[in-house]
């Protein structure tokens, strides 16, 4: 199944790499200039190379200079060291003594060479999230089984990356025999490139009282990918038989359709919370409520949007991909009802369960905020 990625609202899959603007970018001009370490190492070689580091690893170590104040003692100019060049989209802060902005890390995406793309595991695990939607919604025997075991692993002395996964036992014929778990028979190729000179960079921040902020290079909306999810149905005999009943005929329909349900039961339940904040836990605060008034325009449009695509007979679903997700879409949460979410310790007993998460991540740009990562899948387009 050959499809589109489309990207809506700015995405960052990281890769757990950040550059500083101390010693390795430059915020100028409404532009992050990310330095060409070998070129300019480079320009020292035969001259001063060992005074140079040394002041480097000074300036790395008291942050009282950046890389800007070093190259301007050296008279360099910045651009003829300057590997990047990307946009910034939005409001970068300074210090209120002076124009110098703080110092800060930059959070990278995931490359390859040097360029960005969707790792097919990301948009692999958001197959698998669907795929477990699918057969707990459709049988209450295993949510209830999924709730023990939430609780099981939660109250468990184990170390969390030894505990078992949630939802191999739903996935495999038993949760240690791998080789019979459905998504080994499910490929999803890397996606098409984007070069990194085509990113952006913007600033993030946990709303709605965006005390917490970080900056990102993330793909800008208006990028495409190409990828393509390949089911290898001659392979599936080790499979649960229930999975084999699902693949075995129009696997590809029936895939699609279990992510589309998936979009549209967590894209309502995201609206359903965002409109609870608003009306209620923010309606005294007007900058909170506009702020998340600002993330139920964006999914209003995008319901818009995706009905339009459907009276065009256009298969398109919208997802949340990469950083930034709430916890409905990196969770099974859905299948846990609200008053369980305490009993579970999966919140705080102070926490008003009604209106959970009620902080997010959104990216800003210019005067307004959005999700991150979100994207319409399209097929046969």
Known sequence: MKIKIQVITPTLIRSGEVISNVSECVIEDNRLKIIDKEKLLNMFKD???????????????????????????????????TKYSLE???????NNE???????????????????????????????????????????????????????????????????YIGEDILRTNEKDIHTDIMKYIIVRDSSLVPLSELNVYVIRRIPHQKLSQYVIAIPNGKKFDTEIIIKKDMISN????????????????????????????????????????????????????????????????????????QK??????????????YYYNSLG???????????????????PQIYPSTRWAVQIEEKLFPLGGVYIIRND
């Open 313 to 326: 007979n256009k298969e398109v679903i919208y997802l949340p991909i990469g950083f930034g997700k709430t």
């Open 98 to 164: 002076s124009s110098r902005q703080p110092s800060r890390n930059i959070y990278m995406p995931i490359l390859t060479g040097e360029n960005a793309y969707i790792p097919g595991s990301t948009l692999k695990g958001v197959i698998r999230n669907a795929l477990l939607f699918y057969a707990l919604e459709k049988d209450k025997s295993k949510q209830n089984a999924f709730l023990e075991k939430t609780a099981e692993r939660i109250k468990s002395e184990i170390p969390k990356k030894n505990k078992p």
């Open 239 to 310: 499979i649960p038989t229930e999975w084999k009943d699902f693949f075995e005929k129009e696997p590809e329909e029936k895939l699609w359709s279990a992510l589309k349900n998936y979009s549209l039961k967590l894209s309502k339940k995201e609206q359903e919370l965002l409109s609870e904040l608003s009306s209620k836990k923010y309606s005294n605060n007007e900058e909170a409520k506009n702020t998340i008034n600002d993330l139920i325009e964006h999914y209003n449009k995008v319901q818009q949007k995706l009905k339009e695509q459907e």
């Open 88 to 94: 910034i989209k939005s409001k970068i802060e300074r």
């Open 47 to 81: 001259k001063n190379l060992k005074n140079f580091v040394n002041e480097l690893s000074s300036m790395i170590t008291n942050q009282r200079e950046n890389i800007k104040d070093l190259l301007n003692k050296y008279k360099i100019p910045i651009d003829e060291v």
């Open 334 to 352: 859905y299948f846990i009802k609200t008053e369980q979410l305490k009993n579970l310790g999966i919140i705080r007993r102070n926490v008003d």
